[in-house]
């Protein structure tokens, strides 16, 4: 597989983000990128069912989009993938491999699995941004480690993307709480720090609070990014198995096309000239 991703990796890091573009221009994203497990009882969540036309008997279809459904469109992201891979079609290989791949990683997220996804219930807006990118961005260079072994053939993908939104469902009340009780041993002053964005002063979580931070939660921040590092690539893997392990070295020299250039350049200018669809987490 290498043969094929490594020379796209540029592809893959930039379009992995297609996905939150999509949200300027579609309504139906939104919710593919969260559930509110908490919505459904305390952990472990027993009250919603796993399989999505149980889930809809019980709840409605309606009410679970309202509630986010990215569990449940991971899995249809796998299908698309190996799809993809049976019909030796490079576009969407590439496509599906980078935007699986952040649905994969937004699982993973504790807050893109609760209710009080920015803070907004407990007054800590701005919680959400500060887990998903000030403690990795301060300190992911410095002392994480992203190497993590081999991928592996995941015999139950639906199963094992539950079990990774229920421990983010019950690790968000360890991310709310931790910051809630720094932020009573930090005055004002010490939590946060005005830094240059591009080009832009802005208001930021100091250093020393966002140290304090993922030392309290003993390293989640990495643990959790290990964790879908892994899941990412294993969902890769086992979309080329179920495939049925196709010879990718015919597929090396092959481009995007010019109606896909065209729907990338549509993508940006709505992400660059519209406004979020659906509820926004920053």
Do not use: C
Not at 65 to 91: C, D, Y
Not at 138 to 159: T, W
Request: hydrophobic share 40%; aromatic share 12%; no cysteine.
């Amino acid at each position: 597989m290498l043969i094929l991703y490594k020379p796209n990796i540029e592809f893959l890091t930039e379009h992995a983000v297609d996905p939150d573009k999509r949200r300027y221009a579609v309504t139906a994203e939104g919710p593919r990128h969260y559930i509110d497990i908490d919505h459904y009882g305390p952990y472990p969540y027993s009250e919603l069912p796993h399989n999505w036309k149980d889930a809809v008997a019980k709840f409605g279809e309606d009410s679970l989009i309202a509630n986010g459904i990215v569990p449940w469109h991971v899995q249809i992201m796998l299908t698309r993938l190996t799809n993809a891979f049976k019909e030796k079609n490079f576009s969407l290989i590439m496509k599906n491999s980078a935007e699986i791949g952040h649905y994969i990683a937004d699982a993973h997220v504790p807050l893109h699995a609760s209710s009080n996804h920015n803070g907004q219930l407990t007054n800590q807006k701005g919680i959400h941004a500060f887990w998903e990118s000030r403690v990795p961005e301060s300190l992911a260079d410095k002392q994480f480690d992203f190497f993590i072994g081999k991928a592996m053939y995941i015999k139950n993908p639906g199963a094992f993307i539950w079990a990774r939104v229920i421990e983010s469902g019950k690790e968000a009340d360890s991310v709310l709480s931790v910051e809630k009780n720094l932020s009573e041993e930090f005055p004002g002053d010490k939590k946060y720090s005005f830094e240059k964005r591009n080009n832009i002063l802005i208001r930021q979580y100091s250093s020393d609070f966002t140290i304090a931070f993922n030392k309290k939660l003993n390293n989640m921040v990495e643990r959790r990014m290990r964790q879908a590092i892994f899941a990412v690539a294993s969902f890769w893997y086992t979309a080329w198995v179920n495939a049925g392990q196709p010879d990718l070295s015919g597929l090396v020299s092959q481009t995007f096309s010019e109606s896909d250039l065209k729907a990338f350049e549509e993508l940006n200018e709505k992400w660059q000239n519209s406004k979020i669809k659906g509820r926004e987490e920053e």
